[in-house]
């Protein structure tokens, strides 16, 4: 009876039996045979070994100028009591000799270092329902979503609320070209996917930076949050405590030895936690911005495998090895047994 009983639990515990359980589908079983390896490396190195060649070379014809004006722009021995001053005078004038020519667009960014936006609390301090919805207003879910800006000292709510929304970005640049005013184009700076979909355009700015600490820039009362680009821009958190985001583009050609003019407002508080500011000036390519990794990082993987191709031919002449007959193998074996 005991026997029994174990063997009808055995049965019962038994799964349903199908291919896939069992690993009885079928499959596809390569045989690596030396022409097969030496064959695959070799095509993985003529197809990436060009690809990073056209991107090396696409990198290298992109004129990118970077300026840090952090230090250069704070005369006094106190740099935080300064630009904590609001009544100081923050305008510093940059000057930037262009190297080789520009052509037009010309992207203009700012680049922080030593700002970690990725901080846990710091990217959880915002309400994307506020950000879409002009309706939403529920002090509490606003409150535990912003913490610690979500309200002002009366209790009253803040649009846009949160850490990231309070520390925007609000250095500002004018630039000139040989002493002729250029413009630069603040429109469509930000994502398509960002304006429409996670900012209303119905949704004003309120009691934003009326707080008892003002964290950065302010915002335009009479604008709905979708066309505020600066702030839709900021609020795409960086991954990484080094980052440069968007500030605009100059549409017109610079050529090389032009002397390029930048007039920065330096209000961005950046010295209460040892970071840096810079202005950054780059031209495009198929391949983005300035960025030489992707094409070193092709042409290191193709010279590898062509090198690995090689590093075979010759194993192979000088030391062949005799294959043995695929038919004896348990899967062609059972496949014969099976068709007879």
Request: with cysteine.
């Amino acid at each position: 009876m005991s026997v029994s009983g174990s063997e009808s639990a055995a049965s019962a515990n038994k799964p349903k039996y199908s291919k896939f359980t069992q690993q009885e589908l079928p499959a596809c079983k390569p045989l690596l045979t030396p022409g097969i390896v030496i064959g695959a490396f070799s095509l993985i190195g003529i197809i990436f070994v060009p690809i990073g060649l056209a991107s090396l070379s696409a990198s290298q014809e992109i004129v990118e100028l970077i300026d840090r004006y952090d230090e250069e722009c704070v005369t006094a021995s106190d740099k935080i009591g300064f630009i904590q001053d609001s009544k100081a005078n923050k305008a510093c004038t940059r000057k930037i000799t262009v190297p080789k020519p520009m052509k037009g667009p010309i992207h203009v960014y700012y680049q922080l270092e030593n700002f970690y936006q990725n901080h846990r609390r710091y990217v959880q301090s915002r309400s994307d329902q506020q950000l879409r919805d002009k309706d939403y207003k529920d002090p509490k879910a606003v409150a535990k979503a912003c913490d610690p800006e979500a309200t002002t000292g009366d209790g009253s709510l803040i649009v846009p609320c949160g850490l990231i929304a309070w520390s925007l970005f609000n250095d500002t640049y004018a630039f000139s070209v040989n002493k002729k005013s250029v413009t630069v184009n603040k429109k469509d700076i930000a994502w398509a996917s960002d304006k429409n979909s996670k900012f209303g355009s119905n949704v004003f700015p309120v009691n934003f930076q009326k707080g008892g600490l003002i964290g950065g820039g302010n915002l335009n009362d009479k604008l709905p949050l979708s066309e505020q680009e600066d702030l839709i821009v900021w609020m795409r958190t960086a991954a990484l405590p080094t980052f440069r985001k968007l500030y605009g583009r100059i549409e017109t050609d610079i050529m090389a030895s032009d002397e390029i003019t930048v007039v920065i407002q330096n209000n961005y508080n950046t010295y209460s936690f040892g970071g840096t500011k810079a202005v950054v000036l780059s031209t495009a390519s198929w391949i983005g911005g300035k960025n030489n990794f992707i094409g070193v990082a092709y042409v290191a993987v193709g010279g590898i495998c062509l090198l690995l191709a090689m590093g075979f031919v010759v194993l192979y002449v000088v030391k062949p090895r005799a294959l043995g007959d695929p038919a004896y193998l348990s899967w062609n074996k059972e496949a014969a047994e099976y068709s007879h």
